[in-house]
């Protein structure tokens, strides 16, 4: 099928974690001839949320949307849908990726995405993780950012930016810089 004749549909799920889960919302995706084109899972406690972006014929996602509230009923799942355009990747980016480990509080995500906000990155992926610290009671918390600037201007300010909000925060961290 030609690009343009494409549509898109990004589907969450959320509900309880459990074995067949996910392959019963792909087995459904794939029997409306809808194909997975990105999808990311991820667990929280005894949840699981999935999210997918799929593509096919207008009929076809047309098919999915319209019965895929039946299956997640079946199953005990909350969904959200919404038709979506391709995204498209600017020709000349420059993406970083960041990694932090410091001890675990409220609003410390917060302030390392608002530092790559107020430069002007696009934010690609973020994962965040609170572990046990072997060497305290307190937990620590791991971020993991990548992200995209279209001109690449701000790489230097991030990187001292990063460097001195990582110094107040007594957080271990690095920004590295990834070629595309």
Known sequence: ?????????????????????????????GQCDCN????????????????????GSWNAVAMLESTLPVLAAELDLLTVMKRTQRGHQPTATTGVSARITVADAAGLVERFTN??????????????????DDNSTSALLEIQI???????????????????????????GNVTLISH
Do not use: W
């Not at 997975?36 to 593509?55: K, Q």
């Not at 992200?147 to 271990?172: R, S, V």
């Open 146 to 172: 990548t992200a995209h600037h279209p001109t690449g201007e701000n790489t230097d300010i991030l990187q001292h930016q990063f460097t001195c909000l990582c110094a107040e925060l007594q957080a271990e």
């Open 36 to 55: 997975i084109e990105d999808s990311r899972l991820a667990i929280f406690g005894e949840e699981f949320t999935f999210i997918m972006m799929l593509s």
């Open 115 to 132: 530092l790559f906000m107020k430069l002007d990155y696009t934010l690609a992926e973020l994962v965040s993780k609170t572990r046990p």
């Open 1 to 29: 099928m030609p690009q343009h004749d494409q549509q898109y549909l990004v589907i969450t799920a959320l509900g309880r974690d459990r074995a067949g889960i996910v392959n019963a919302i792909t087995r459904h995706a």
